[in-house]
């Protein structure tokens, strides 16, 4: 049995609180929380703690997953959790890895924890099917297509504009172009033609809409690159119509081999009706794979990349090459 | 720079010979066979070897590629390879990869070698795809739809059938059982609704076409299950239209987490121009694989659900971590 706790409980807490409850050999310690525990209440009725009382559960969790965010959370938290217990997390953002690698690796070896940081669907599962597929088709060009889903990120950027009650992202791959790649066409794309997004945008009253979709649609970075499509619901609706978070994607390689001008495509995708439950229930899987490594002395920050498949997995050696293979 | 050698040139030989070109830390000592060495020309201009030679290659080759057949070469020679060499096949008969596993372990073990069973795309990334999927959705159901490709083994049983001079058998998805799996949906599928076959016969002079279909369609196992189809070609035709050996497929698995009815869909696929290139260069990045692992001490047989993704990559921990992750 393997004794997981959640540090920091909002969606992705909850995703891996019902996570656990899908593995037989996952036990739920507890959920630890900024928060006043009083004011928390669990899906499954799991005892909630004080950030603070995690000092008392130290040998009693076997990993501690982090479910805070990657801006300003993860980076303080994970190095400094991974001294006193094996961590996993779901750092993504993407140019900052080998530095928060570096300081994670330092602390977990220090005090002989493990930990993976980076873990989820991407990083994590996508990033796996980019490195196999080039480990196999060396001589290729690979592609990643998000969505259709919803992007916190800039759902978030476009609540922060002046006028704007609540809004809804969604992030859309481009139709033309990710059927011609999954067709075997290499095409360069550029951002434009890769992605569009649609914005579903509640107004605070008396707001101007024309300044708020001109607002939206010039953001440098998030929207500027791309077609941008903006509606304007009324609050009822977003509840009503926009409630989930979903996600997924598509990971493509477009590879050669031999003389005679033979193509392979090998394509990887996600439909995800809840990204939280999803990028949950994989950090539990990657938990046991750091549980595994842990408890065979095997120290250190470790990534998907460095866990073999069969450590996610609670079955046998035999029950796999019987039934897996 | 490893280096590589194969055993076995027939069409997944020449498949990892293709695929050694594609790999710049990979160097390929030689080609070793059965036949007449002299009888044997490479399509790299690589030297060839009788098999007896291999003794004196001890020490000089990193990795062996086993390039025999499933059926009668592979049970006798990775075993007996395996004691002298690092080896690493494609053993393909899924009720007997346990005892082949066991006797290669043994051998390995016994002389501190490491050999990896098994490679390739099914056995290989398709077991990765259902162990992965299974891993991180451990509530859900998978499935895995073959084609459309060429099955060497039903064009085999056709060309055993009296007045039959040559065949090419396709396997095909059945196309609505596969889009309502694509579709999140979990239908119990026969075998005769998951797959169809397409057979295009060159008759020998005189035979009776009648009876060579009825012989097809009634064939046990391999045929009698199916919804089969039977085009009597030219021999003109066959060489024309179907030279190649295209092949792919499709793993899914569909499943739930949390108490929402929240659904997810994984699915990998492949698209292959040639079975045996692809093959090929799945080997080759699994000999690198094996290799990490003998020059770390690691000995014994292994499978792809052993071998870390990181160890498949010519690429250093510090390119994963800023390219890749």
Redesign the interface.
Same mark, same amino acid.
């Given at each position: 049995m393997m004794k997981l706790a959640i540090f920091g409980y909002g969606n992705l807490g909850r995703?891996v609180e019902?996570?656990v409850k899908?593995?037989p050999d996952a036990t739920l310690v507890g959920v630890f929380t900024r928060r006043d525990p009083k004011a928390v209440k669990t899906?499954s009725g799991c005892p909630v703690y004080k950030e603070s009382d995690l000092a008392s559960f130290k040998g009693k969790i076997d990993v501690l997953i982090l479910c805070g965010g990657s801006a300003t959370d993860l980076p303080e938290q994970t190095p400094r959790l991974a001294k006193d217990f094996c961590v996993v997390d779901s750092f993504d953002t993407?140019a900052k890895?080998?530095e928060h690698?570096a300081a994670v690796n330092a602390a977990a070896k220090a005090t002989n924890h493990t930990a993976l940081i980076?873990g989820g669907w991407d990083?994590g599962?996508f990033?796996?099917?980019?490195?196999?597929a080039?480990?196999?088709?060396?001589?290729g060009k690979d592609y990643t297509f998000w969505g259709k889903g919803v992007s916190q990120g800039h759902s978030d950027a476009i609540r922060r504009i002046d006028g704007v009650l609540d809004a809804r992202q969604y992030t859309i791959p481009v139709e033309e172009a990710l059927e011609a790649v999954r067709a075997?066409e290499c095409p360069e794309l550029s951002t434009r033609e890769k992605h569009k997004r649609e914005c579903f945008v509640v107004l605070k009253e008396g707001a101007d809409p024309v300044a708020v979709e001109t607002a939206i649609k010039t953001m440098p970075a998030y929207f500027a690159d791309y077609d941008t499509t903006v509606h304007f619901i009324s609050l009822e609706e977003l509840k009503r119509d926009h409630a989930g978070l979903p996600h997924g994607g598509f990971v493509l390689r477009n590879g050669?081999?031999?003389?005679?001008?033979?193509?392979?495509?090998?394509? !990887?995708? &996600? /439909?995800?009706?809840?990204n939280p439950?999803?990028t949950?229930?994989?950090l539990v +899987?990657l938990a046991?794979g750091v549980y595994k490594h842990f408890t065979a002395g095997d120290y250190g920050c470790k990534?998907? !990349?460095? &866990? /073999?498949?069969?450590d996610?997995?609670p079955l046998s050696r035999?029950e796999?090459? +019987?039934h897996?293979?």
């Open positions: 995703g019902a996570a899908k593995n899906v993407h890895i080998p690698f980076s990083p599962l990033s796996l099917a980019r490195l196999y080039t480990n196999v088709l060396p001589d075997g050669n081999t031999g003389n005679a001008g033979n193509k392979h495509t090998i394509e !990887f995708r &996600l /439909a995800l009706d809840s439950e999803f949950g229930s994989v +899987a046991r990534t998907v !990349f460095d &866990l /073999a498949p069969a996610l997995s035999e796999l090459l +019987a897996y293979l």
